[in-house]
């Protein structure tokens, strides 16, 4: 967590911003590529879809809400599937904003947090649908201010716990996010934090937009209550469309023997018996 690094000036600096001060403007753009679109590039390889097709030869967002993110592959294909989908989302956030924090420090890991963030929601390798940014966002509240991830931490599991919403609860948190950033951290000795409450601002934004059909449907009572298993409607939905792909094959059969059953089938297509 780098909010522990923060004491030193290397923690606000980065590794480069604290060796090399003095930096001319092609060397600024070009370690913009680095905690920018390599961040945002790392967030488009989505663990969701990846692990949908690897291992279930499917898409993910060919089923439920439509949502490459963890809730969602949960309800469809299960606990392991989840726990891998939530390792990959959580591991390639924090090696972004590491990437970011080398550069120019605080600022940088805070921006290349919110490009991997994009990423997830809008990955360039998964024609820009992807997952809705919590994961990204639980992993950024870890590395850059352990205070407000443990404050969110127990708002969500509260509100989880009480409505059975994940969305709703992601919400929420997504709301006090800037809040609680600009209450508990002022004061700070760098410049840059004007930036990181817009972009706190945008990220509450963006997860608020992306969740809205959530936040419809709960409120007319449509919306599905998470459990930590595989959603028995899914399993219902496939049980139901293996019966329908087996029935044909058994209605064949007669299907192709009794033609005299037809209308003007008078019986013309059975096969006459040898004398």
């Known amino acids: 967590m780098l909010y522990f690094f923060l004491r030193y000036q290397t923690g606000y600096m980065g590794l480069i ?10 060397a600024e ?21 990846i692990v ?14 439509g949502n490459a993110g963890f809730t969602n592959i949960m309800r469809i294909y299960g606990k392991r599937a989840a726990v891998i989908t939530f390792v990959g989302d959580f591991l390639k956030t924090v090696l972004a904003i590491m ?17 991997c963030f994009l990423g997830h929601i809008f990955p360039v390798f998964y024609q820009f649908r992807g997952g809705k940014g919590i994961l990204c966002l639980t992993a950024m509240l870890f590395m850059l201010d352990w205070r407000i991830f443990l404050i969110l931490l127990a708002v969500f599991l509260l509100m989880v716990g009480m409505t059975k ?8 948190c997504s709301m006090l ?3 609680l950033f600009n209450r508990l951290n002022q004061g700070r000795p760098f ?5 990181c409450q817009m972009i706190a601002i945008l990220i509450a934004f963006i997860v608020v937009v992306k969740h809205w059909g959530n936040l419809k449907r709960i409120f007319s009572g449509t919306e ?14 496939e049980a139901a469309d293996n019966s329908a792909e087996e029935t044909p094959a058994v209605s064949e059969k007669p299907a192709r023997v009794n033609y005299g059953a037809l209308p003007g089938g008078n019986g013309k297509n059975t096969k006459k018996k040898k004398k």
């Open 17 to 26: 911003g604290s060796l090399w001060e003095n930096r001319a403007l092609p």
């Open 29 to 49: 753009l070009a370690l913009m590529v680095i905690y920018v679109l390599i961040p945002y590039l790392l967030g488009s390889v989505n663990t969701a879809i």
């Open 52 to 65: 949908s097709a690897r291992f279930y030869h499917d898409d993910v967002r060919n089923h439920g809400s």
């Open 99 to 115: 990437i970011g924090w080398c550069c120019l420090g605080y600022l940088t890991a805070f921006i290349a947090g919110f490009a």
């Open 165 to 172: 919403y994940i969305s709703f609860g992601s919400v929420l």
């Open 177 to 179: 996010f800037p809040l």
């Open 191 to 195: 410049t840059g934090m004007w930036i």
């Open 224 to 237: 599905s209550k998470f459990e930590f298993r595989k959603s028995k409607k899914t399993v219902d939905e």
